[in-house]
Each structure stands twice: as C-alpha cells, then as structure tokens.
C-alpha cells in the first residue's frame, strides 16, 4: 500500500501564510501525479493544485497566485506554500497521489488522513 502523511495545518489569520508537506511512502512503483485537495463544510472535496511527474501544474482559479505547490520526484513529498489566506480558505486539505504499488498494478488514487487549515481572527 501507499501511505501519505501531511503536516503543517493549523490556525491563522486573515491574509497569513502556511506551508503544507507530504509525504509518500510505502510499496511504490510510480507516481503520476501528487497534489491536494481541500473539503470545507457542506461542500464537496476540490482540487486545489496538482503537480506530474514531469512537471506540469494544476491550479485552482481561487487559488492562482497565492498557493504555490513544489514537489519532489527524488524524495516523494509535495508542499504547498499558501499565502493571502481568507476566511475561505479554511477547509481540510487532503495529499492525494495517482500511483501504482507495482509494476502489474493498475493506477489507483491515495489519499491522506488531512490536515486542518482554519482561518479566523
């Protein structure tokens, strides 16, 4: 299986800063594609910004600008600087990668536990 750990959630105020890591680990063969989502309340689970193996980013409209996502193909971890926050920005934020455990597995999506990010004053 493959595992993924974030940290670096937290509270913060209106127009501060944090940075979110993950990291994966495990039985991993490839992975494609590494990012995060989030989920506020009541809403569904969005794609906030996502990175290939080959580069190529993905970003949200509301988060263009502010959030910037890193990864690291070497190390298996991806963070994500995010700045400017407002009050909807609070949400948990998942680490999801699209990886495959081995070389005759098929490409599944993993998820980690979530972090939470609360903006608030």
């Known amino acids: 299986q493959v595992q993924l750990v974030e940290s670096g959630g937290g509270l913060v105020q209106p127009g501060g800063s944090l940075r979110l890591s993950c990291a994966a680990s495990g039985s991993i063969f490839s992975i494609s594609s590494m990012g995060w989502y989030r989920q506020a309340p009541g809403k569904q689970r969005e794609l906030v910004a996502a990175?290939?193996?080959?580069?190529?980013?993905n970003y949200a409209d509301s988060v263009m600008g502010r959030f910037t996502i890193s990864r690291d193909n070497t190390k298996n971890t991806v963070d994500m600087q995010i700045n400017s926050l407002s009050d909807e920005d609070t949400a948990v934020y998942y680490c999801n990668c699209n990886a495959r455990r081995a070389a005759w597995a098929s490409t599944r999506d993993y998820w980690g536990q979530g972090t939470q990010v609360t903006v608030s004053s």
């Open positions: 990175v290939t193996t080959g580069g190529s980013i």
